[in-house]
């Protein structure tokens, strides 16, 4: 007898399986809306220019090695990480009261604050994410024992936000909730608050003592201005909040690396690493606490619970955003390339807008202009 006879078969994750019954497709015209990844004008992967200057600095540095990264990553990475979430003049960060831990693209630092929550927070606590909301926040925390409520976010008659839906179930839960927050661009519906709104929003989790958890997986995507696609989480800061808030470099460095768990056959998957060996995934997890002291505490904790998980992070793709992060003339150039992929992304929402209008689409279609980011929700069913 093994005990695998138990284990029961789980269901293709639907996106990545979309990618591959995609791939075997032979229709010349097809097109994958299902997975969030930028493409260009030819369909294609898009690598920064800003990226491949950085691999090559990376590449003729005469120090380079192959040695362990410290546990929570390169110190240099997760201090830009949070200067460019929380602003330059961020006074937390001035006031030394930010710790922080590379991670395993936003998954990962979404996971270790996740784990973090399930050791030291108290316990009992419901995280609410919303609905709809990115399939793996609720996997994540329910991996880690945390169970997980939704609340109210997608109003379909507006195909806009549910404001008195979601202020009201904020209200409703218990006090000291963990709320997971989309920073921007929110997944899937591309629609965010506005800023009042997010005022409100905070109105309330301030009076109720919630703990916010900002997943940020498309900072520079949805304005193509990075300090304009963080002020909800510079906003929750400025007005005292303790939070924490996971960082994805995935799409605005176009650092997926995902080719390896999208194709399906190994020879693909080899093909794969020597093509795109370079692409790793690299994120980051910010606490911003109310002192020094307490986060100093937090720091230690991200180091313990990181070295039990993954030991060290991967080097590659921190070290290109660090060395980016960290050069004003290719920061500059960075921001440029983000206006190219969100200037793209804007424009093709336009175009889709004015044909559907000129082709007499009946019903209504400006929330495809309204939203933002990658994702719309179109208001179509399925067929
Ligand atoms: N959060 C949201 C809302 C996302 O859409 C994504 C990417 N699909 C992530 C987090 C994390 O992705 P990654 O681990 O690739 O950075």
């Given at each position: 007898d093994s005990f695998f006879e138990q284990v029961p078969l789980a269901p293709p994750d639907v996106i990545f399986h979309l990618t591959a019954t995609y791939k075997a497709?032979?229709?010349?015209?097809k097109v994958n809306l299902g997975v969030g990844a930028y493409r260009t004008d030819k369909g294609k992967p898009w690598t920064l220019p800003v990226v491949k200057k950085a691999d090559e600095i990376l590449h003729n540095d005469p120090n380079l090695d192959h040695e362990y990264l410290p546990i929570k990553g390169i110190p240099t990475f997760t201090a830009a990480s949070a200067k460019l979430m929380l602003g330059a003049d961020s006074v937390a960060i001035k006031e030394r009261r930010v710790a922080g831990a590379q991670s395993i693209s936003g998954t990962g630092a979404i996971h270790l604050g996740a784990l973090f929550l399930s050791k030291?927070?108290?316990?009992g606590a419901v995280a609410f994410v919303s609905n709809?909301?990115?399939?793996n926040h609720k996997a994540i925390f329910n991996n880690v024992g945390i169970e997980v409520a939704d609340y109210p976010y997608w109003n379909p008659a507006t195909r806009g936000l549910d404001i008195d839906g979601f202020l009201g179930a904020l209200n409703a839960a218990p006090n000291g909730s963990i709320i997971v927050l989309?920073?921007?661009?929110?997944?899937?519906?591309g629609v965010d608050p506005s800023h009042e709104q997010w005022t409100a929003i905070a109105d309330v989790m301030q009076a109720k003592k919630h703990f916010p958890f900002f997943d940020c997986a498309y900072q520079g995507f949805a304005s193509g201005d990075l300090a304009a696609d963080s002020w909800s989480v510079r906003h929750f800061v400025d007005r005292g909040f303790e939070i924490f808030v996971g960082q994805s470099y995935a799409k605005n460095f176009g650092l997926y690396g995902m080719l390896l768990t999208a194709i399906p056959s190994m020879f693909e998957i080899w093909d794969a690493i020597f093509e795109d060996h370079k692409r790793e995934r690299c994120g980051c997890l910010t606490a911003v606490t109310r002192d020094t002291v307490t986060a100093k505490r937090v720091d230690s904790q991200f180091e313990k619970l990181q070295r039990s998980e993954i030991s060290n992070p991967p080097a590659y793709g921190a070290r290109l955003v660090n060395i980016v992060l960290n050069d004003p003339v290719l920061f500059a150039e960075w921001e440029s390339d983000l206006r190219t992929m969100s200037g793209r992304i804007i424009d093709m929402r336009d175009k889709l807008y004015k044909k559907l209008i000129e082709l007499d689409?009946?019903?209504?279609?400006?929330h495809i202009v309204d939203q933002i980011g990658m994702?719309?929700?179109?208001?179509l069913k399925g067929r």
């Open positions: 497709d032979t229709f010349p015209q030291y927070y108290p316990k709809p909301t990115w399939a989309h920073a921007c661009a929110h997944n899937p519906t689409t009946p019903g209504q279609w400006n994702f719309s929700f179109t208001g």
